[in-house]
């Protein structure tokens, strides 16, 4: 479910189109600005309602010129401290993959902070390449805590003062979405309605462990959840946040969730599953919440192993399905991840565009 690190226009046209301008009466803006990528840290706090820090890492729009920066494994190409745009688009928070960071999916966090949003890359406490604490506490924990700790960090950027007047607001309140890889996909469904149930996981792992060796063996090294689970924690509570109002979720890890529960979910999701992925099999995880949620579109990336998503880090990373770095033979990962750094952009466009 994630891994864990080791550290111009010709001349006539562009006089026409001034002449024309003239012509109506209109004024041209000295220069056409583009939007950059800023980025700061940002950390929400312990508090009676955290009792975990959660360290963020925030890329928006800005005029400023960004350069390229190595963050441990992985590069950014940003302006560290730089001035925000006065408005953003909206906001859109990122859930890395079990044992992973906020930094994995930096490209696609960049690319959505050029079409003007505020993105909020979060490293889940417990569960990232520092600390895997929340595997040891009881299984449902794990459900529970990871979409919660999403709506923390939404809570905190609505409250601050440099932030909250920043983002979108419509008639159905602030626009925000949700892009997650992995077990960040199972956060990003579980926050629009999915529901996990830890029988499911027990069933299919008995049914089905041939099928999906690394998730179920993984299940099995880490005692999560029991081979048995208690009926007390068998059903989990629902985890949604009525705030998030358009999903992502990048080979996400999905057996767990009900079917019924999918079937409620009301706003609108985007499915894309690794052909390849042996960690999460698609016919089990991606397909499964594809094939269950109204209003989805579902995407096979042919040829990609689970990693595809994760931005390619600058030295091998072990993981039980081998190195995160690598691809098959002929997967050209920045290809793709080009290619999602327009398509995410426009879905939260097209999602917002048409909700008034």
């Known amino acids: 479910m994630g891994f864990s690190m080791r550290m111009p226009l010709g001349f006539s046209l562009s006089s026409l189109l001034l002449g024309v301008i003239a012509v109506m009466g209109l004024s041209l803006p000295s220069r056409v600005a583009a939007d950059e990528v800023g980025w700061r840290q940002f950390t929400v706090p312990v508090s009676p309602a955290n009792d975990q820090v ?23 190409t940003v302006a560290i401290q730089a001035p925000p745009n006065e408005k953003f688009r909206g906001l859109i928070i990122v859930s890395h993959g079990t044992g992973g960071s906020e930094l994995g999916h930096s490209s696609l966090a960049e690319a959505l902070a050029k079409r003007g949003y505020l993105v909020a890359a979060l490293r889940h406490p417990g569960d990232n390449w520092q600390d895997r604490s929340l595997w040891s506490k009881p299984p449902d924990r794990y459900f529970i805590e990871r979409p919660a700790q999403v709506s923390r960090v939404i809570d905190a950027l609505l409250d601050d003062p440099v932030w909250r ?11 925000i979405g949700v892009v997650g890889h992995s077990a960040g996909g199972y956060t990003a469904i579980a926050l629009v309605g999915g ?32 081979q048995a689970p ?21 080979a996400p890890f999905g057996v767990a969730f009900t079917a019924s529960s999918l079937a409620g979910i009301q706003v609108p999701t985007l499915i894309y599953a690794a052909e390849l992925d042996r960690w999460l099999v698609p016919r089990f995880h991606a397909e499964w919440i594809a094939r269950n949620t109204p209003r989805t579109a ?28 690598a691809d098959p033979p002929g997967f050209d990962r920045r290809a793709l991840l080009t290619r999602l750094q327009v398509e995410l952009p426009d879905f939260f466009d097209r999602v917002f565009s048409n909700q008034p």
């Open 165 to 175: 007047d920043r983002i979108a607001t419509d008639a159905q309140g602030p626009r």
């Open 298 to 325: 579902f995407h096979q990336v042919g040829n990609a192993g689970h990693f595809a998503f994760l931005d390619p880090p600058s030295m091998p990373i072990p993981t039980p399905d081998g190195d995160a770095a």
């Open 195 to 226: 529901q996990a149930d830890l029988l499911r996981i027990a069933e299919h792992c008995r049914d089905n462990a041939a099928a999906d060796p690394i998730f179920c063996g993984m299940r099995r090294q880490t005692a999560q959840p029991p």
């Open 230 to 250: 208690s009926q007390s924690v068998q059903s989990i509570a629902p985890t949604i946040d009525k705030r998030v109002r358009a999903a992502v979720a990048l």
């Open 54 to 76: 959660i360290p963020v890492a925030l890329y928006y729009p800005t005029q400023a010129t960004p350069r390229a920066i190595a963050m441990g494994p992985f590069t950014v």
